[in-house]
């Protein structure tokens, strides 16, 4: 039976993508791992492998097609002995074609056992399998038959058969999740009437890119749905610019020169180690408590923007930090960033300081249980301890917290924490 090849989801938010490139055409012999095409996602452009062997028997979409929705047909494997012939409608509908594993997918996760889902894989006895699941199955003793496909139709894959304990099917109810932001941006005026709006004004349409509508539909919803506080505090910098001053002295023969934003990850990562309630996410029906620290920090791109995580945070030297952080803003600047690189992370980091912005309030980024807002570090008058009047450097923060991980005692706790890492930066080398 000829196997379906899916437009795969490469990223958390990925809706729908272009099929940029090909890199096989029909006819073509593909093993497990080659590369079949270039898919550019709503993050970067991304190869596709090939998870079965066999022959590609039919293309359904071209490459340069924009707009392909995830699980839609893209293209037809057959296995040996199996010719163009077998392929019958399956290519003629790829949108329906699409729909089918969904629906399948849906009603074994609600068995109770295994059994039913792998019935749906067997014809007359015969159980659909792709030749290397069956050679990898045959290695490990495994039997096909009491293993749940959750290729197209039921078939078995290798993944099936590489975990075959596992509940394959388990990934249907994130499909359903994932419609989630499309639904929450339905209030919205339709394009035609907004246009109508402004008819006889000049204006130019510009067209989104997958990005855009990402961030749009995952801000909308986060602000929607979770509970957003406030906590501010103002940040003397003061002793911070005169230690970073002396270590970028210390440092320059090593190439490094360390920014406040490397400061500010550091201290953030020690906090969270500080306050290690505070260190967890939203879960749904429970929260996920971590003991690691890993900072997510926001990077402005073309067109939108990446939030990369520097993961072990706390563990690492400032001038690490400072390598890894203009390594990942730089690819990501490229749109050269995986996905393990920017998913993840508990905690995150806006910086608008370097543009001149004195202080503004950042949306959390779900499942991210809070996120600092960073201001410029501005000259401003201090009342010192003994009553005198001096000048200082003072940066303005806000903390958004999420009100369902983090109550306000906790937030201003964490908060506080980052404060007092910035303010006395020596002890965040101890």
């Not at 290397?132 to 045959?138: D, G, M, S, T, V």
Request: glycine letters at 8%.
């Amino acid at each position: 039976m000829p196997t379906e090849i899916l437009m795969p989801a490469l990223s958390p938010t990925m809706e729908e993508g272009t099929l940029a490139k090909w890199h096989v055409k029909e006819g073509d012999k593909v093993s497990s791992g080659d590369i079949l095409a270039e898919i550019e996602t709503d993050k970067a452009t991304m190869e596709f492998e090939a998870v079965d062997e066999g022959v590609i028997g039919k293309i359904v979409i071209a490459e340069g097609t924009e707009g392909v929705k995830v699980n839609a047909v893209i293209a037809v494997l057959l296995e040996d002995g199996e010719s163009a012939s077998d392929i019958g409608s399956v290519s003629a509908a790829p949108a329906a074609a699409a729909a089918a594993p969904k629906e399948e997918a849906a009603a074994p996760a609600a068995a109770v056992s295994p059994a039913p889902a792998a019935s749906a894989a067997k014809d007359e006895n015969r159980i659909f399998a792709t030749p290397l699941a069956r050679r990898i199955a045959a290695d490990k003793g495994l039997d096909l038959s009491a293993i749940a496909g959750s290729g197209p139709h039921g078939r078995i894959v290798k993944a099936d058969v590489e975990n075959a304990t596992a509940a394959p099917k388990a990934a249907a109810p994130a499909a359903a999740a994932s419609a989630a932001p499309a639904t929450a941006m339905a209030s919205d005026p339709s394009s035609d009437a907004v246009i109508k709006m402004y008819e006889g004004r000049p204006f130019e349409e510009v067209k989104l890119d997958g990005m855009r509508k990402i961030i749009a539909s995952r801000l909308t919803e986060a602000k929607q749905s979770v509970p957003h506080f406030y906590l501010r505090r103002d940040i003397n910098l003061d002793a911070l610019m005169k230690f970073r001053s002396q270590l970028n002295k210390q440092l320059e023969g090593r190439g490094v020169k360390l920014s406040v934003n490397d400061f500010i990850i550091k201290a953030c990562a020690l906090a969270l180690q500080q306050v290690p309630e505070a260190n967890a996410v939203w879960a749904g029906d429970r929260t996920l408590k971590f003991t690691k620290s890993d900072v997510a920090v926001a990077v402005a791109i073309e067109g939108g923007l990446f939030t990369p995580v520097l993961r072990d945070s706390e563990m690492k030297s400032l001038s690490a930090l400072s390598f890894e952080m203009k390594d990942l803003a730089t690819r990501a600047r490229d749109r050269k960033l995986a996905p393990h690189e920017y998913q993840g992370g508990s905690f995150a980091i806006s910086n608008l300081g370097m543009f001149g912005i004195d202080n503004f309030d950042a949306i959390i980024n779900p499942p991210h249980s809070a996120i600092l807002a960073v201001g410029a570090g501005v000259k401003k008058p201090i009342v010192g301890a003994d009553g005198e009047l001096t000048v200082g450097i003072v940066m303005s923060t806000t903390l958004s917290v999420d009100h369902r991980v983090i109550d306000g005692a906790l937030g201003a706790n964490l908060l506080n924490a980052i404060k007092d890492n910035l303010e006395n930066p020596m002890t965040m080398l101890a």
